[in-house]
């Protein structure tokens, strides 16, 4: 198997405090990745300094063989991004965020079909400000999308969405990982993580506490359903009452 | 070159849709221009020259949405961009911070292109203003005079931390320059001591040379205000392009 994204002992520091502590990992191609961890674990520094919008201080990444500091306008023509704090001009309407941020591809998507699926499609001309806070997440999904890209990185993809929507977007998803696209996400669902990913990785104060799929996870901690062994591998367990 | 007149489209629409500019750069000028016809009228700026008051100030009106576009609006919307992370996504695109700010910095033009073309036809019409000098010369120092100024924007939107520091390095830089670079009161009119200070601002320089290109004078050194203006221009692009932050 291909391997499109490569992290060898990713380090880095906030003055005293070890945000990421010398992760590695391997994404293959057309798989999905899902890094958990509770708020606060390093999962959105450890996506930032895979990206080059932080500046790790120790380890090597590659993305499709590119260095994603050194290579960043050719990397980023293949790699949709989805953040988790994202925002946008003002006074912007759905069509101008979507049509400018297509301009910016050499192979973009239709954005309105886009849009259509992901169920955003009457919006297309209102204020992106007036949407609810459900389908600015979605808006923000489709936007990742619209590179027609190898590979997308969503972090914590499905936060504010509603059940049906979630469903939706994991559909989506899904069909677009048989077509060959890498995901990386990060979620704190972990019906969602289950349904979607191929291989997780557990972070725990910025070091990692498992590295492998759900069905091992719940080997190895002992659990029968996911989102127990996901808090005790995190180290989050609840005490039996 | 789509991108270039996507990203310029779009950016402008949302600038004109915000107003700011639209008032201070476009409607403001115009304000001041009818302001001091009334009170001069097509007097002559002074006894025994062939000029009028309204030619003289010219330059000056020209200046305002200069100031308002470099000093206030182009720093204070990069600024903005940066504070809330709409460059950070950029910054995972091909596209380049280059091209951002020339688009932004396109735009400001535009309003400054806007005013001079709204500004000329109301001299000519309202106070029968015309140009003594070379329109040449002064379509020239013109430009120069805002691209200086422009690029202090840029420098200024670079690499301010977020928007309350471009604030206020744009305030310091916008209301000493528009109150007394001779853009909202006359040069001519003020002590001799405070021409020696404000002569030192770029805008100064500037506006004196489309004063003197617009009513024919000759220059006395046109060497100081070529020097200044060039100097501050590279000086600035230099800074704002090296030292960008997406973040």
């Known amino acids: 198997m291909e391997e499109v994204i490569k992290v060898q002992q990713l380090t880095k520091n906030y003055d005293n405090v070890t945000a990421v502590d010398n992760i590695s990992l391997t994404v293959e191609k057309g798989t999905v990745f899902g890094l958990l961890g509770p708020n606060g674990a390093g999962k959105s520094t450890t996506i930032e300094c895979i990206l080059g919008t932080k500046e790790a201080d120790e380890g090597q990444v590659s993305i499709l063989g590119y260095n994603p500091k050194k290579h960043r306008v050719k990397l980023f023509q293949k790699v949709g991004v989805q953040f988790q704090e994202s925002d946008y001009q003002p006074e912007i309407k759905v069509s101008e965020l979507c049509e400018e941020t297509a301009a910016l591809y050499k192979n973009p998507v239709d954005w309105r079909e886009l849009c259509r699926q992901f169920g955003i499609g009457s919006k297309i001309k209102n204020p992106v400000k007036s949407l609810s806070g459900g389908e600015r997440q979605r808006l923000f999904i489709v936007l990742a999308l619209i590179p027609t890209p190898e590979v997308v990185f969503l972090d914590e993809l499905t936060t504010g969405l509603d059940a049906k929507a979630r469903r939706d977007v994991w559909k989506i998803l899904s069909s677009l990982k048989e077509k060959g696209l890498t995901v990386f996400l990060t979620s704190h669902f972990m019906d969602e993580v289950e349904a979607l990913c191929d291989k997780i990785c557990i972070l725990k104060k910025g070091k990692v506490a498992f590295y492998g799929t759900v069905e091992q996870a719940k080997v190895v901690s002992g659990c029968e359903k996911f989102e127990d062994a996901y808090l005790v591998l995190s180290g989050q367990e609840v005490d039996e009452e | ?211 003197a290109t617009f009513l024919g004078l000759s220059v006395d050194n046109i060497k100081v205000p070529l020097i200044v203006m060039i100097t501050v221009t590279v000086l600035c692009t230099g800074i704002s392009v090296k030292c960008f932050k997406w973040e």
């Open chain 2, 1 to 211: 070159m789509k991108l270039f007149f996507v990203l310029l489209k779009n950016e402008l629409k949302l600038n004109i849709r915000n107003m700011n500019m639209v008032i201070f750069a476009v409607i403001m000028p115009l304000v001041v221009l009818l302001i001091l016809g009334l009170l001069n009228g097509t007097k002559p700026a002074s006894d025994g020259v062939d000029y009028t008051f309204m030619e003289q100030s010219f330059g000056a009106l020209c200046a305002i949405s200069i100031c308002a576009g470099g000093l206030m609006g182009l720093p204070l919307l990069v600024s903005e961009y940066r504070e809330r992370k709409i460059l950070k996504r950029f910054k995972v695109t091909p596209v380049s911070p280059i091209k951002l700010l020339v688009v932004e910095l396109v735009i400001y033009i535009i309003y400054c292109l806007v005013s001079l073309i709204t500004l000329i036809p109301m001299l000519m019409i309202f106070y029968k203003g015309t140009i003594h000098g070379s329109w040449l010369a002064f379509l020239g120092s013109w430009l120069l005079t805002m691209i200086s100024t422009l690029s202090i924007g840029m420098m200024v939107g670079g690499i301010a931390k977020d928007t309350k520091i471009a604030s206020v390095i744009a305030s310091l830089l916008y209301f000493p320059m528009l109150i007394f670079s001779g853009t909202t009161l006359p040069f001519e009119k003020m002590p001799e001591a405070m021409q020696k200070i404000v002569s030192m601002f770029p805008l100064t320089q500037g506006i004196q040379l489309m004063k």
